[in-house]
């Protein structure tokens, strides 16, 4: 459960006093932004934050580290694991009527359109495929909330049942580990289960595979804290503002209603509440983009050592990544593949392999002394780029590539002392 989770690191805050869910939540997730906040008494309910805000303790939870992270994420998407259905999960045990209102659904940010469920995944199933990804949801009344669906896999399938005539029967799930969480985030093809891929990383960290229970025909992870039985409408109403990734605020947009219809949770259970904008949001949504960058590059150079989404970049506009170059050109190849793995990068630097992606003042190390603009800087104009970048127009942007590897044939005039 989530709170055996989060009482077990050694850097958590806990908020004793009484908090309340419209704005107050944020003053301490800001002010302990890579730190895990639980706060005992959200208006009666205990709730949780920046559980996942840096990547040193997401890789130490999966029993691996910050190279090992990114190894067993691609391993998670390019070999996914059958999950198992089993009779029992203890979020069976409380099973109630739906008040939206009553929960402890924060308010984030002055500007917010509304109360927002931002941790919250939504799964769906169609045939065999079942689907799972994040979606924030703006809290309308007791029962009903403004679902944004990006047209992808989930927006797909509404519209396939909104076109029968029909509204789309989905299960939310709130508060879970973080490989369902980093799963949901993952962008697979259609028909690939973002489960397996849970299910997959599962077993490769703890020995197991991801455990579900079948929630009147569609599968449920037992780990849940809250699981709320819904269906997507084809009403549409207006959704937002909403700070996004950035830290700005995405516009506002007309999105489909979704009606709560029965929530179930664990006794005591503990509500996630994503910081939108914070750390753990960069992580939760940066960090599945990695293994697209490096399976990316890999195809062009066939020695890639690692990926990184950097913190100064949201996690989602910036990158770093570290090769061993055979040829010359492979840096610039490199940062080419990488704009190609992650669309929304603005930003990519490549290293050599000498270079720690992991720290900030080694990167800047190798633009300073192994990069010179007139040679190897790579500009692209009027690319397409992240919607979320209030510096674009019209989806258009101006993308950037830093090669900062030593030539070949002039190696050792770059290399650093080393005792």
């Not at 985030?185 to 703890?206: D, M, N, R």
Request: glycine share 6%; hydrophobic share 40%.
């Amino acid at each position: 459960m989530l709170r055996e989770i989060v009482e077990k690191f050694d850097d958590l805050v806990v908020v004793d006093k009484p908090v309340k869910k419209e704005l107050e939540i944020t003053k301490y997730l800001l002010k302990y932004r890579d730190r895990p906040v639980l706060f005992k008494d959200v208006e009666g309910w205990e709730v949780v934050g920046n559980v996942w805000s840096k990547r040193e303790r997401i890789a130490k939870f999966l029993n691996t580290d910050n190279r090992g992270l990114l190894e067993l994420l691609v391993k998670g998407m390019e070999e996914p694991e059958d999950y198992i259905i089993v009779d029992r999960a203890d979020f069976l045990k409380n099973k109630s009527e739906v008040n939206l209102l009553e929960l402890p659904v924060p308010k984030f940010y002055p500007r917010d359109g509304g109360r927002y469920f931002t941790s919250a995944m939504v799964i769906a199933k169609s045939g065999d495929f079942v689907n799972v990804s994040f979606h924030r949801m703006m809290v309308l009344d007791e029962t009903r909330a403004a679902i944004r669906l990006v047209p992808r896999h989930l927006y797909a399938m509404w519209r396939d049942a909104v076109e029968r005539g029909e509204e789309l029967d989905v299960r939310i799930v709130v508060g879970n580990p973080v490989h369902l969480l980093l799963a949901g985030a993952t962008s697979v093809a259609y028909g690939v289960s973002e489960l397996k891929i849970a299910s997959a990383i599962s077993l490769h960290a703890f020995g197991r595979p991801v455990e579900v229970v079948e929630l009147d025909g569609i599968p449920v992870p037992v780990e849940s804290e809250f699981v709320f039985k819904a269906k997507i409408t084809d009403e549409l109403v207006d959704e937002g503002p909403f700070v996004d990734i950035t830290g700005t605020y995405d516009i506002v947009r007309k999105q489909p209603v979704i009606v709560f219809e029965r929530m179930y949770h664990v006794d005591d259970p503990v509500f996630h509440a994503l910081l939108p904008g914070g750390y753990e949001h960069y992580m939760l949504m940066g960090l599945p983009k990695e293994p697209q960058i490096y399976s990316a590059v890999k195809r062009i150079v066939p020695k890639v050592h690692g990926v990184r989404l950097t913190e100064g970049g949201c996690m989602w506009l910036h990158a770093v990544v570290s090769i061993t170059k055979q040829h010359e050109g492979d840096g610039k190849n490199a940062i080419l593949a990488a704009f190609t793995g992650h669309p929304s990068l603005k930003r990519v630097v490549v290293v050599d392999e000498d270079v720690n992606i992991y720290d900030d003042r080694e990167v800047e190390w190798a633009i300073a002394t192994r990069f010179q603009p007139d040679r190897d800087l790579v500009v692209i104009p009027n690319a397409r780029g992240s919607s979320l970048d209030p510096s674009g127009k019209d989806g258009l942007t101006a993308k950037w590539g830093i090669d900062a590897t030593k030539p070949l044939d002039r190696k050792e005039e770059f290399e650093k002392a080393r005792l």
